[in-house]
């Protein structure tokens, strides 16, 4: 079993920053290949960024340039450090654990997901 729990959102202007933090519970997050999602009202739940085990970071085409992922093993931790923030970038955001057929390399069968952290960005 895989547990995630995200923290950092919350209430910002256009242009500013955002960090968003998720740990891991459960063993072999070496082996996770992790990502970000988020879900906007009324939308589908869509990527913004993943990272896999061994691998570069991959980015929606809406947050590059804008959107950094990166993981720290030794703390079982996965971020996302967003800048330059949108009032379309407010959505609920999700860290998610990705099974193995859906993300290379992933050690996982199936998917976990955290309880979501708000990102409200206003004009």
């Known amino acids: 079993q895989v547990q995630l729990v995200e923290s950092g959102g919350g209430s910002v202007q256009a242009g500013g920053s955002l960090r968003l933090s998720c740990v891991a519970f459960g063993s072999g997050y070496d082996g996770y290949c992790m990502g970000w999602f988020r879900q906007a009202p009324g939308k589908e739940r869509v990527e913004v960024a993943r990272l896999p085990t061994n691998g570069p970071p991959t980015y929606a085409e809406d947050v590059k340039g804008r959107f950094t992922i990166w993981r720290d093993n030794d703390k079982k931790s996965l971020y996302l450090q967003m800048n330059t923030l949108k009032p379309e970038d407010t959505a609920m955001y999700y860290c998610?654990?990705?099974?193995?057929?859906?993300?290379?390399?992933?050690?996982?069968?199936?998917?976990?997901w955290g309880q979501g952290t708000q990102v409200t960005v206003s004009s």
């Open positions: 998610a654990a990705l099974r193995w057929s859906l993300c290379r390399g992933s050690i996982l069968s199936q998917d976990y």
